[in-house]
């Protein structure tokens, strides 16, 4: 998943600059690049945004360099939760689709990304009950 490389780049920033500024950083630029100075100047948008300690940080270990801040987009992290949630609850998969707004194909596919990732066993857990639930019978509202 693309996002635990996001998530690997904040951590390695929050070890930097801390976790609050780096949050702060990636919300505020979320996505796009950036440009890290090699020089403090207190009118910097860094240093309003970040403050000045946080900002002294960053260009003692990130100065000079071009930052690709991820966005940080946890909804899909919060999906795969639900998902493994619900499945517990054996509901069909269009009614889990529903709840959590993705389509049974997009459940596959979130399986599919954790076994690539090599989260086999949490894979496991939802491909399990995507199975049983997968031949429940339709329940509707």
Do not use: W
């Not at 780049?9 to 070890?15: D, G, R, S």
């Not at 500024?21 to 090699?38: D, H, I, N, T």
């Not at 970040?50 to 992290?77: C, M, Q, S, V, Y």
């Not at 399990?128 to 997968?134: L, P, S, T, V």
């Amino acid at each position: 998943m693309a996002m635990i490389c996001e998530l690997r780049f904040f951590e390695a920033l929050a070890a930097d600059i801390g976790a609050g500024p780096a949050l702060q950083l990636c919300a505020f630029f979320s996505g796009r690049s950036c440009y890290v100075p090699e020089e403090f100047r207190p009118d910097h948008t860094f240093c309003k945004l970040l403050g000045e300690h946080a900002f002294l940080k960053l260009i003692a270990t990130r100065g000079g360099e071009t930052l690709n801040p991820p966005a940080l987009d946890l909804k899909p992290l919060r999906n795969a939760g639900k998902v493994l949630l619900l499945s517990r609850h054996k509901l069909p998969v269009r009614t889990v689709a529903n709840i959590v707004g993705l389509t049974p194909r997009r459940i596959s596919q979130l399986i599919d990304e954790f076994r690539r990732e090599g989260m086999t066993e949490f894979s496991a857990l939802i491909d399990g009950a995507y199975q049983d639930f997968q031949s429940s019978p339709e329940v509707e509202p």
